[in-house]
């Protein structure tokens, strides 16, 4: 696995923006980018925990999947002001992923200003996510293959990115939009995975305010080193290519992949894990 750093800029004007990374599909960190916004001052765990630890939320661990479970189905749930007091106190795998709070609780919406950077952004999702010291988000790309604005509060992140046409060495499991979830993308045993000696990715490192821009289709695998939070915009890909595949992943090949789980049950998964390897290196011609 080879990862490149993510060139870091401190400012950028939208046409630079287009011109050097949205067209040639790079990803970029902008350091600080949200200096300007009143989030920047306001933004971290004790205030969120002032503003919505009434909520109860859903969490994910990082458990393998499983059949009992609905494509992306959360584990657990919590008082928001539980689970902040969680994250401050010790490491822990739970993770709030994908979540509304922005919906839940719209004073948050006051605290951003959104980004004029040429892309056009889906302004009824900006969806957060939480973490702990040491939880891992397993490697994926989302399903509508949106281009990502990512940024980081509160604490520290690393992100290992690969761009789709790395996705042969990554394992990925059929009808799925994750890898390998044995894989540990820290430290990748290549006697186990040897295609992913060949992958050629990216990383990152957000510190608070910091964005970073993921492009369409992009694999990213996130790693909270200290508790923090993050929120994600998003704008649905401009590539027709990538606009057909989102639409098959939300319309297709999500509830294909549940019926699967409920007909088959743990087998459908077991089936999915070991066709990620053969097909991996079958189509790579590694013979072991
Ligand atoms: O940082 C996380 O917890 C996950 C972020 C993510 O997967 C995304 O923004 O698409
Ligand atoms: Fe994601």
């Given at each position: 696995m080879f990862l490149e750093k993510i060139p870091e800029i401190e400012n950028i004007s939208k046409e630079e923006f287009l011109r050097s990374y949205v067209r040639p599909q790079l990803p970029v960190v902008v350091k600080g980018f949200a200096k300007h916004w009143p989030a920047y001052e306001k933004w971290d765990l004790d205030y969120i925990k002032s503003i919505a630890g009434e909520r109860v939320v859903p969490l994910y661990d990082d458990r393998p999947v499983s059949h009992e479970d609905g494509f992306n189905e959360a584990h657990a749930e919590m008082k928001m002001a539980a689970y902040i007091d969680l994250l401050k106190s010790k490491p822990t795998n739970y993770r709030i992923f994908l979540y509304n709070l922005m919906k839940e609780v719209p004073g948050l919406q006051k605290d951003i200003r959104w980004p004029d950077l040429g892309l056009k952004l889906v302004k009824q999702l900006p969806m957060l996510f939480f973490g702990g010291a040491g939880s891992k988000v397993f490697m994926h790309f989302d399903i509508d293959l949106s281009n990502i604005l990512h940024f980081h509060f509160h604490g520290e992140k690393r992100c290992v990115l690969f761009p789709p046409d790395q996705t042969d060495y990554l394992y990925k499991i059929p009808h799925s939009l994750i890898s390998r979830e044995d894989i540990d993308f820290d430290a990748p045993d290549y006697e186990k995975w040897?295609?992913?000696?060949?992958a050629r990715g990216y990383v990152a490192d957000l510190e608070h305010g910091d964005m970073l821009y993921m492009p369409e289709g992009y694999w990213h695998y996130m790693k909270y080193v200290t508790p923090g939070f993050s929120m994600s915009l998003r704008s649905f890909p401009g590539k027709p290519a990538n606009l057909m595949k989102a639409a098959y992943n939300v319309f297709v090949m999500r509830h294909y992949d549940n019926l699967m789980r409920r007909w088959k049950g743990q087998e459908w998964i077991d089936v999915k894990n070991e066709r990620a390897v053969v097909e991996t290196h079958r189509k790579l011609g590694i013979t072991r």
């Open positions: 040897p295609a992913l000696k060949e």
